[in-house]
């Protein structure tokens, strides 16, 4: 696949959530950036243990590629969790997902929507290299268990 980003083509899918100043308890705030940070950690090792426990069991995944190619969404627990597998048994490399500039959109008492840049790196052949970048947005539930990942969105500026 060829696709890449022009200037600005997130813009479309960053806009679903108006800006504006989030209050969330920082108690809360740390809850959810160490979710998510445990959410890369977990893809980068494989731990499907990890990641399930991350997961709704309704949780969405889409992924899109410059606004314009894309995988799913995949539904429910299972199939992000069977897409993870599939993707990392075929992986020859050591994926690290970079999680960055972190953005509150929106939060409650129960719900918190988190964009964040996403820079892909690879080491294969002894070179660190970037595969891809472009952003994340997470929209994170409460549960009895803490906070965990109800939807992803990942936008790639090129196929990785």
Request: charged share 20%.
């Amino acid at each position: 696949m060829t696709t890449t980003a022009a200037f600005g083509w997130g813009s479309s899918y960053l806009t679903a959530t108006p800006a504006g100043e989030v209050n969330i308890d920082p108690e809360d705030r740390f809850a959810v950036q160490q979710t998510l940070a445990r959410y890369a950690f977990a893809l980068d090792h494989a731990d499907l243990v990890a990641l399930e426990s991350l997961l709704t069991d309704d949780a969405t995944f889409t992924v899109t590629v410059a606004g314009e190619a894309g995988l799913g969404p995949f539904d429910g627990r299972a199939a992000i969790l069977d897409l993870v597998r599939e993707s990392t048994q075929a992986q020859t490399d050591q994926r690290r997902h970079n999680l960055v500039n972190m953005v509150f959109r929106s939060a409650d008492g129960d719900t918190a929507v988190v964009w964040a840049y996403l820079m892909l790196t690879s080491n294969a052949g002894g070179r660190s290299s970037v595969v891809t970048t472009g952003f994340s947005t997470f929209t994170l539930r409460r549960t009895g268990d803490g906070w965990r990942i109800a939807k992803i969105l990942v936008g790639m500026d090129n196929a990785g």
